[in-house]
């Protein structure tokens, strides 16, 4: 289970998928790895597919929610999960770290959390040295084609 240490490979790992089922194929894998503590910092186009990803590895831990809005305009939104509690979070439309730091988002990546975060980009210095990057970027001959990169470190 990974939480609070690096991630298990030095190199990143690489995931060429065709379509959002495989997209979730992929999340589900990573989720059997996470523990309390995971944070997961997504990067990405819009519509690129963090929100499909995100919403794959809560339903992977145990969200038994209906709906799983992006929390765009909340947020954060909480869920219970097995083991677990998880923080979605969405910091496209802050403006910095000031504001995260007031609504207390440090708590959400400690045990019991599992925290994934879209946009992390915004507020970067805010990650935790063991935040997990996965980035999603189109593929240019296939509209529906994604390159996911899971990795330890920031990827450009």
């Not at 590895?57 to 929390?71: C, H, I, K, T, Y």
């Not at 403006?95 to 975060?117: S, T």
Request: charged share 25%.
């Amino acid at each position: 289970m990974m939480s609070s240490r690096r991630w298990p490979t030095p190199e990143p790992l690489k995931y060429h998928v065709h379509n959002e089922s495989q997209t979730i194929e992929v999340a589900k894998k990573i989720s059997s790895e996470l523990s309390p503590g995971a944070v997961l910092a997504l990067h990405g186009e819009l519509g690129a597919g963090k929100s499909v990803f995100a919403r794959a590895v809560m339903r992977a831990l145990g969200v038994r929610d209906q709906a799983l809005p992006s929390p765009t305009f909340a947020i954060i939104q909480e869920y219970e999960g097995r083991g677990c509690r998880l923080a979605h979070m969405d910091w496209y439309r802050l403006h910095g770290i000031d504001e995260l730091e007031a609504i207390g988002v440090r708590e959400y990546m400690q045990p019991p959390w599992v925290c994934l975060i879209e946009w992390s980009e915004r507020a970067a210095k805010l990650l935790p040295p063991q935040a997990i990057h996965i980035s999603l970027n189109y593929v240019t001959d296939d509209p529906d084609a994604r390159m996911i990169e899971i990795s330890p470190d920031p990827l450009s």
